[in-house]
């Protein structure tokens, strides 16, 4: 049995030393092998095809059962003798998600990263850009994490996923793959990098709220949006925003079904990006917004009390969040997904 394995095994090699290389041939590759095992039953041949990104080229294991039982893998490689399991292994970007200014962000640490950062708005590959800056903008922090930062950081982590006992926490780890060690490793670099965030509260809050004052406004406005553009072209020309509210009503109760009125009172940063800047009573559009065709207007304007920590506090997230954009778009950023 031995003897006619090693007979097998020699075909085997010679096989994958004659399958053709090019990525268009893979399938011509899958059936030479298909027939091959048909010759040779029992070792449930399998073939297996490495197709790297951007190449033109692929590789192949092949995966055949032992007569005294498991799989035996075999790599051919015909032109520099190096397997392609063992080429990608050593790659120098093999185990590294992104480079931020020449600073390597792991694949482990790029999950603990989206573990930390949870559910935003955002993609995934700015999170995970934004944790390499933070990395960087920690490294030379030498001033040990006090109890009550670490606390807040578990905290916070603990809220954001509703873990309110201990019992739910300890599940969420096992879930996670994640030790106790780990998570407490994990939950002191989360406590640097918030401090990060915190250079950003008193002054540099106080001067962001001043250079971008309508952001934090509470503000009262009306608009309309689409899929009729012309029918809110006719909106957009009324000549004042009462005018505006009664021609969007009248065409909203038309009938159509293709309009939506919207009105609210909310933080001007929160309000359509064409209704930011507008001058309180004026009607604008049509412009193009995320709904559409937009025609809308401010309807009155409540200037934000610079001493109210609500307000500090969403003006320091601001400026964090400024500073931070603005550090991405400067840095050299090179993808290594594998």
């Not at 039953?41 to 073939?47: I, M, Q, V």
């Not at 790599?75 to 020449?102: C, I, K, M, Y």
């Not at 207007?297 to 997230?317: G, N, Q, T, Y």
Request: hydrophobic share 45%; charged share 25%; glycine share 8%.
């Amino acid at each position: 049995m031995t003897h006619r394995f090693g007979a097998e095994l020699a075909s085997a090699v010679q096989l994958l030393r004659s399958l053709p290389r090019s990525a268009e041939k893979a399938e011509d590759a899958r059936e030479q092998v298909a027939t091959w095992s048909a010759d040779h039953p029992g070792l449930d041949a399998e073939l297996v095809v490495d197709e790297p990104p951007g190449s033109l080229l692929v590789g192949y294991d092949l995966l055949l059962t032992h007569p005294e039982g498991g799989t035996v893998a075999i790599s051919a490689q015909t032109e520099d003798g190096v397997p392609w399991l063992v080429d990608r292994a050593t790659h120098w970007a093999a185990g590294q998600v992104v480079s931020v200014d020449g600073k390597d962000l792991s694949v482990q640490a790029a999950l603990y990263a989206l573990r930390a950062l949870g559910v935003r708005d955002r993609t995934v590959h700015e999170q995970l850009v934004d944790y390499r800056i933070l990395l960087s903008e920690i490294a030379e922090d030498r001033t040990p994490v006090t109890d009550t930062e670490l606390q807040e950081a578990v905290d916070d982590f603990r809220r954001r996923r509703g873990l309110f006992t201990r019992e739910r926490t300890l599940d969420w780890l096992a879930e996670v793959g994640l030790t106790e060690d780990a998570f407490a490793g994990h939950m002191e670099t989360t406590a640097r990098m918030n401090r990060v965030r915190r250079r950003f509260a008193g002054a540099p809050a106080r001067a962001y709220l001043q250079s971008h004052i309508r952001d934090f406004c509470l503000t009262r406005a009306a608009w309309v949006t689409g899929r009729d553009g012309a029918v809110i072209g006719e909106i957009a020309r009324a000549d004042s925003a009462a005018e505006l509210l009664r021609r969007a009503e009248h065409s909203v109760h038309g009938g159509t079904g293709r309009l939506r009125l919207t009105m609210a009172t909310a933080l001007g940063s929160e309000l359509p990006a064409p209704l930011r800047t507008a001058a309180t009573g004026r009607v604008i559009g049509p412009v193009e917004s995320e709904g559409g065709p937009l025609a809308g207007a401010v309807l009155r304007r409540f200037p934000p009390d610079p001493d109210d920590p609500a307000v500090l506090a969403a003006a320091a997230e601001a400026a964090y969040t400024t500073w931070l954009a603005g550090r991405r778009r400067a840095a050299d950023i090179r993808w290594h997904w594998l």
